[in-house]
């Protein structure tokens, strides 16, 4: 894991950016087509904002799977985050081999997991983006998360301070409007991505990137997972930055 701090989030996100299209890139030109993992939120804005125009991706050669969604959201919420990634990524490129989403208002969710598990399955991903929750979570696997699990997605409960995370964001208008639970990719099958790109702007993460990058490995903070990975890079900006010692 190596970590790299920006003044804005905006540098953040163009850096972020521009580092996953160009081994994107790469690894279509070595191996002809590359799979990718998605996140949504706040914290990805500026990163597909620059991915989306990074030159010479053919993105016909890259399929997509869906980091996470609320368990109950028609795909028309404004919080719904097939809607994100339609609006912000799949319809700004052109002709993606396979989009994967989780259909999270699929009547029965287990039956969802299954499904989108057998596809997995057969896709080893080369590209993970991911955040960090203000309270460390890692996708929507909230503290203490299973770290053992081997299932790629899993019914997952979400915690209040995640909930609250969302409604802060502006996603809902209130707490009680907030998912209850959702269907998230677990911590085993991100560790498996070859590349974790994983971007964490603002004040409000300071505390969660201190506890995640700084604290030994513990599910009681999700994301400090990533200390294992042996390609994952931590894009900072000096706010969320803020509260480290080193």
């Not at 016909?60 to 969604?69: G, P, Q, Y």
Request: hydrophobic share 35%; aromatic share 8%; net charge negative.
């Amino acid at each position: 894991m190596q970590v790299e701090i920006f003044e804005t989030k905006e540098e953040l996100g163009a850096k972020a950016g521009a580092d996953a299209g160009g081994e994107i890139l790469k690894t279509l030109e070595e191996q002809g087509f590359a799979n990718i993992i998605l996140a949504t939120g706040a914290s990805q804005f500026e990163v597909l904002n620059h991915l989306i125009h990074y030159p010479g991706i053919d993105w016909s050669k890259v399929v997509m799977f869906h980091l996470d969604e609320y368990i109950g959201m028609p795909e028309t919420h404004n919080a719904s985050f097939r809607k994100f990634l339609k609006e912000r990524f799949v319809n700004k490129v052109e002709g993606l081999t396979k989009v994967n989403y989780i259909n999270g208002d699929n009547p029965d969710p287990n039956q969802e997991v299954r499904r989108i598990n057998e596809i997995i399955s057969n896709f080893p991903i080369d590209y993970a983006f991911v955040g960090i929750g203000e309270n460390g979570h890692l996708a929507f696997n909230d503290p203490p998360a299973d770290f053992e699990v081997e299932d790629p997605y899993l019914v997952v409960d979400l915690d209040e301070k995640c909930r609250k995370q969302q409604m802060g964001e502006g996603w809902f208008g209130s707490l009680e409007e907030v998912p209850a639970r959702a269907i998230s990719m677990s911590v085993k099958q991100i560790m498996k991505s070859k590349r974790i790109i994983c971007s964490v702007p603002d004040q409000r993460k300071a505390e969660a990137v201190k506890n995640c990058l700084e604290s030994e490995i513990t599910n009681l903070y999700p994301a400090s997972i990533l200390q294992e990975h042996p390609n994952c890079t931590i894009y900072l900006d000096k706010e969320s930055s803020s509260l480290l010692s080193n």
